[in-house]
C-alpha cells in the first residue's frame, strides 16, 4: 500500500496540519494549546524512533529537550545572536553532540539498566541547569526574551506574532521533521532499528553493528529533542527550566504511550489528548491540582487495556473491518495455501559471496584445541576440527554432546576458554559476531530467532542488507525499496525456502514448517561462504522434513555447510562426511558408511547394546 | 574552610544516607531479581512510608506505632500493587511494566497531594531520642546516631529473611533462576506476591523513619528513585550485597560533595556511576548475563 501511494501519509498529514487551527478551536483547543501539541509532536517524533521503532525506552529525553532550547535561548538572549532559526540549528546540533556522548555511556547497557540510567542522566541534567551553569541558563528564573522569528525574504518579512502565526510556523516545521523522520523510518537503518527492537541478538548475528545503530536512533531522538526545545522558546517567547525536569521526560514517555508507539503519530495523537484532558480538568471541570491524579489514572489503566495506545488501537480496527471486508468479498483475501511444490524450486541459485581466496580446494574452517568451560561445566574440551571448501560436513551427538555450545564458538557468539578458530585462514577467535557474518560465516538456530512484528519479507531484507551494506551505514535517507539488486536478493532467498507466496505475512502468522524454512532463509540471505544450521530438521514432519532435505541439498551447490541434526538417516543422506561428538569430545570422523558401522558410535547412542547382547 | 570536625560529621551523615539507600535499594533489587520488574513507584512507596506513618503519629503520638504502621501499610499496597496489577504484566514486555509502575507512581504522589496538599510534614524523633550526643571528637544529633543502628537492625532482618528462611531461599533461587524455581512446583506466584510486598516495606520502612531527619513532601520520592538506580547500577542489579556497597558509596559520595557544593551531588554521583559502567558493566558485586 505505502509502495503504491509513496506519498500518501504526507498528504494526508499536510491536509490535517491546514485543517486543524479551523476545525480544533470548534473542539474546545485554546490556540496556545494547538501549538504546544506541534512541539511535544516535534519532540515525540523523534522519541518514538527510539522507543516505538527502536524499543530503547528512555526516561530522559528532557536532557535533550531542554540544552538544545537552552542553548538556543541562550543564543538569542544574552548573546544578542539575530539569527533565530540558525540559533535553533545549532541548539539541536548541540543537543545531538550531547546525544552521542550520553548515549555512548546509557547504551553500555540494555532493558531495564538503560532506563535506569536515562532517569539519571534528565535528573543530573537538570541539577546541572541549576547551579553551575545557572549564570547561563538563569536557574530557577529561565531565560526570558527570546525573540518571536521572523523570515526576510527579500521583498517583506514574515513575522510570527499572534497564535496563528506562531501555528503556521510550528505546522511548517512540524511537517519538515515528520518527513524527514518517514524517510528514517523507510529507510534500511529504519528497517535495522525494527529488526533491533524485535530482537537484537538475531540483528547482530546477521552482520548488523546494533550498537552503532542504537546509538544513531538516540542521537536522532536527541537531536529532535534539542529542536523542539528550541521552538518551545521561540513559542513561549522564554525558555523555562522546566523543560530540564524528569517530569517533562515522563510527560513524554507517557503521551507517546497514550497515542501509541512505533506509529510516529503517537506522541501528537497522545499530547493532543493530555494537553486537552488538562485543560478541561483545571479550566471547565475546575479540579485544581487534581488534574494530574485524573490523568494518572487514566493512564495506568490506558497501559493496562490498550497496549498499542489510541493510534494503535485505530489502525488495528482498520485491519480487523478491512479483513471482514475482504473475507465477504468474492475471491478476493483467498490466500493460496502454501503449498510445497514436488520439486526443488527452480530459481537461480543463491551464489555464496566471491572472495579473493581460492575456493577450490583447501581448508575453509580450522578449529584447533577448542574449549569452553561454564564455571565447573566442560561443554567442549579440545576440539580439533577442519572443513574442506565445498563440504558438506554432518555433526551428530547425543544431547549434551556439546553441539550447539561447538557451534557457537565457531559463530563467535561465545568466546572459547581456549582454542583458535581459522576462518579462511583468518583467525577469528574473539571477534564479534557480526563481524564474522560480515566475513562470511553465520549460523541457522536451533530454536527459531526470527523479527516477529516484521513481515516475511522484510525478515529476509534484513538479512540482505547487511551484506549489501555492510557492518554499519548512515544511509538515513535511502528507499530500500528502490533497489532492485537488494528486491532480487530477497526475492531469491524467498524463493529458495518456498515461502514466495508468504511475502507479506507477519511472521506470527506464519505456521512452524515456514518459520523454520525462514530461519534457514535468513542464514542463507546473507550469502554466507560457509552456513552452519543447528538442528535445521528439529520439530518438523516426516513430509516436512524429506522436502527440507531436499531444500538442504539444493542450497549446498557451491557452498560449504556444517549440519547438526538427530535426523541420521537425514544427515547420513546428506553428508559427505560426519563427525560425532560426545561428552563435549570428538569421537570419531569419518564417512557416513564408516560412522554407520563404528561401534563406539553406537556405543555411545545405544549405551554398550553389543555387550549386552554378547552377555545374553 | 574544610575543617576535620565537619568532615567527619558529614562523613557521619554519608553513612546514614548511605545505609538508607541501602536499604531501599536492596528493595528494589531483590524484586527486580525474583519478579523481573523494575519498579518505578518505589521511590513513591518511600513517600507513602512516611504519610502513613504521619498520619498514624498524629492519631497516637507514638513513633513506634508511627514506624509500624508505615511499613505495614506500604506492605499492604505492595500486595495489593502486585496482585491488582502487576501479575499481569510478567508476560508482557518490560517496557509495559516501566510504563505502568511509571504510572503508578504519579497516581501514588498525586493521590498524597490531593489527600495532605503539597505542603510538607514533620514527624518528631521519639522523646528519648531528641538532642545531641557528644561523640568525644564532635556532637551529633542523637536521633541520626539511632537511625543508623534501626537502619542497620533492619538491613539484618532482611538479610536474616533472605539467607536464613526457606522464603528467602526460594526467592535468591529466583534471582538465580526463576524458571527453574517455577518448574519445581513451587507457587511462584505467592512468593512473588510476599516478595513485592517485602520490597515495598523495606522503602515504606527506610520512608518514616527517615521522616525526623528529612521532612516528607508528596515528591521527595523521585529524588530518592533516582539515588537508588545510581545506587544499583553501582552495586550490580539482584545483588544484595551490591546494593548495600552500593548504598554505603552513594552516601559517602552526596554528602562529602555537598559539604564543598550541594549542586554538584548528583554530578559526582553521574561520574561514580559512569566510571563502574565503564569498568565493571555489571556492576561492582553484580553477575555478567543477568540482564
Known amino acids: 500500500m505505502r509502495s503504491q501511494r509513496p506519498f500518501l501519509v504526507e498528504t494526508i498529514t499536510a491536509i490535517a496540519l491546514i485543517l486543524a487551527p479551523f476545525v480544533l478551536p470548534h473542539l474546545g483547543f485554546t490556540p496556545n494549546t494547538i501549538n504546544r501539541i506541534l512541539v511535544w509532536g516535534l519532540f515525540g517524533l523523534g522519541f518514538d524512533i527510539l522507543f516505538g521503532y527502536t524499543g530503547l525506552l528512555s526516561f530522559g529525553q528532557s536532557a535533550f529537550f531542554g540544552t538544545g532550547g537552552m542553548f538556543a535561548a541562550y543564543l538569542l538572549t544574552e548573546a544578542g545572536f539575530g539569527y533565530v532559526m540558525a540559533a535553533v540549528f545549532l541548539g539541536t546540533i548541540v543537543a545531538a553532540i550531547v546525544g552521542y556522548l550520553i548515549g555512548l555511556i546509557a547504551l553500555r547497557r540494555t532493558g531495564i539498566y538503560f532506563a535506569m540510567i536515562t532517569v539519571a542522566i534528565a535528573e543530573v541534567f537538570f541539577f546541572v541547569e541549576f547551579n553551575p551553569l545557572s549564570a547561563f541558563t538563569g536557574g530557577e528564573n529561565g531565560l526570558p526574551g527570546v525573540p518571536r522569528p521572523s523570515i526576510f525574504l527579500g521583498f517583506t518579512t514574515l513575522e510570527f506574532n499572534t497564535d496563528f502565526q506562531v501555528y503556521g510556523f510550528l505546522a511548517f516545521w512540524y511537517f519538515v521533521g515528520l518527513v524527514i523522520a518517514l524517510r528514517i523510518v523507510r529507510s534500511p537503518v529504519g528497517a535495522i532499528l525494527s529488526a533491533i527492537r524485535d530482537n537484537p541478538q538475531r540483528a547482530a548475528a546477521l552482520g548488523h553493528d546494533i550498537h552503532s545503530y542504537k546509538l544513531t536512533a538516540f542521537v536522532v531522538a536527541a537531536a529532535y529533542a534539542g529542536f523542539a526545545g528550541g521552538m518551545l522558546g521561540l513559542m513561549q517567547g522564554f525558555m523555562p527550566p522546566d523543560a530540564f525536569m524528569f517530569e517533562t521526560s515522563g510527560q513524554l514517555v507517557m503521551q507517546t504511550a497514550i497515542g501509541g508507539a512505533g506509529t510516529l503519530f503517537g506522541p501528537l495523537v497522545g499530547a493532543a489528548v493530555w494537553l486537552y484532558l488538562s485543560d478541561f480538568f483545571q479550566n471547565t471541570l475546575h479540579l485544581g491540582a487534581t488534574w494530574k491524579l485524573v490523568l494518572g489514572i487514566v493512564f495506568v489503566l490506558l497501559v493496562c487495556f490498550l497496549r498499542h495506545g489510541i493510534v494503535g488501537a485505530v489502525i488495528d480496527l482498520y485491519r480487523l473491518v478491512a479483513g471482514r471486508w475482504a473475507e465477504t468479498a468474492p475471491g478476493a483475501g483467498v490466500v493460496p495455501p502454501a503449498s510445497v511444490p514436488a520439486t526443488p524450486p527452480t530459481v537461480a541459485m543463491m551464489p555464496a559471496r566471491r572472495r579473493d581466496s581460492d575456493r577450490s580446494s583447501g581448508p575453509i574452517l580450522q578449529a584447533t584445541g577448542l574449549t569452553k568451560r561454564y564455571g565447573g561445566v566442560v561443554a567442549n574440551s579440545d576440539i580439533d576440527f577442519t572443513v574442506n571448501h565445498g563440504e558438506l560436513r554432518g555433526i551428530i551427538g547425543p544431547n549434551g554432546a556439546g553441539k550447539s555450545t561447538f557451534f557457537k564458538m565457531l559463530t563467535c557468539e561465545v568466546p572459547p576458554t581456549s582454542g583458535q578458530i581459522l576462518f579462511e585462514g583468518k583467525d577469528i577467535t574473539g571477534m564479534g559476531v557480526a563481524d564474522v557474518c560480515q566475513l562470511g560465516l553465520t549460523k541457522s538456530y536451533q530454536i527459531n530467532q526470527l523479527f516477529n512484528r516484521l513481515t516475511v519479507r522484510e525478515n529476509l531484507m534484513i538479512a540482505a542488507l547487511a551484506e549489501t551494506r555492510g557492518k554499519f551505514k548512515l544511509d538515513l535517507f535511502s528507499n530500500p525499496r528502490n533497489s532492485p539488486e537488494l528486491t532480487e536478493q530477497v526475492d531469491h532467498a524467498m524463493a529458495l525456502v518456498n515461502l514466495a507466496s508468504r511475502g507479506d505475512a507477519q511472521v506470527s502468522e506464519l505456521a512452524y514448517g515456514e518459520k523454520r524454512r525462514l530461519e534457514i532463509g535468513l542464514a542463507l540471505a546473507t550469502s554466507p561462504s560457509l552456513l552452519l544450521l543447528d538442528e535445521p530438521l528439529a520439530g518438523m514432519s516426516p513430509a516436512e522434513r524429506i522436502e527440507t532435505v531436499k531444500l538442504l541439498k539444493s542450497i549446498s551447490r557451491g557452498r560449504t555447510m556444517i549440519v547438526i541434526d538427530h535426523d541420521m538417516d537425514a544427515l547420513f543422506e546428506l553428508a559427505e562426511r560426519v563427525t560425532v561428538l560426545q561428552e563435549g569430545r570428538v569421537l570419531v570422523e569419518g564417512t557416513p558408511d564408516e560412522i554407520k558401522g563404528n561401534t563406539k558410535v553406537q556405543e555411545a547412542y545405544l549405551g554398550g547394546v553389543h555387550d549386552v547382547l554378547a552377555a545374553q | ?291
Not at chain 2, 551523615?13 to 525474583?34: D, E, F, K, M
Open chain 2, 1 to 291: 574552610m574544610v575543617n576535620w570536625a565537619n568532615f567527619i560529621s558529614q562523613c557521619f551523615n554519608g553513612l546514614v544516607l548511605g545505609a538508607l539507600l541501602a536499604l531501599i535499594s536492596s528493595g528494589l533489587t531483590i524484586i527486580y531479581g525474583t519478579l523481573g520488574v523494575l519498579n518505578l513507584a518505589h521511590g513513591a512507596m518511600f513517600m507513602l512510608g512516611g504519610y502513613a506513618g504521619w498520619v498514624a503519629y498524629t492519631y497516637s503520638g507514638s513513633f513506634l506505632v508511627a514506624v509500624a504502621a508505615g511499613s505495614l501499610f506500604v506492605m499492604l499496597v505492595g500486595i495489593v500493587v502486585e496482585r491488582l496489577i502487576i501479575r499481569h504484566f510478567y508476560t508482557r514486555p518490560h517496557e509495559d511494566q516501566l510504563l505502568v509502575t511509571f504510572g503508578l507512581s504519579i497516581v501514588f504522589v498525586e493521590a498524597v497531594r490531593f489527600f495532605f496538599g503539597s505542603l510538607s510534614k514533620m514527624v518528631p524523633p521519639p522523646g528519648p531520642l531528641v538532642g545531641i550526643t557528644p561523640l568525644g571528637f564532635m556532637m551529633y544529633p542523637t536521633y541520626r546516631l539511632a537511625l543508623l543502628g534501626i537502619v542497620a537492625v533492619a538491613l539484618l532482618a532482611l538479610y536474616f529473611v533472605l539467607y536464613r528462611t526457606r522464603i528467602g531461599m526460594i526467592v535468591r533461587a529466583g534471582i538465580e533462576d526463576s524458571v527453574m524455581v517455577d518448574s519445581l512446583g513451587i507457587d511462584v506466584y505467592k512468593i512473588f506476591m510476599l516478595v513485592f510486598g517485602i520490597g515495598a516495606m523495606a522503602a515504606g520502612f527506610a520512608g518514616i523513619v527517615n521522616a525526623p531527619v528529612v521532612s516528607i513532601a508528596p515528591d521527595v520520592g523521585e529524588a530518592i528513585l533516582v539515588q537508588t538506580f545510581v545506587v544499583v547500577v553501582i552495586g550490580g542489579v539482584g545483588s544484595f550485597p551490591g546494593a548495600i556497597l552500593g548504598g554505603l558509596i552513594a552516601g559517602q559520595i552526596i554528602s562529602i560533595t555537598s559539604m564543598f557544593n550541594p549542586g554538584y551531588a548528583y554530578i559526582m554521583l553521574f561520574v561514580a556511576m559512569t566510571l563502574v559502567l565503564v569498568l565493571r558493566p555489571y556492576g561492582l558485586l553484580g553477575a555478567a548475563g543477568r540482564e
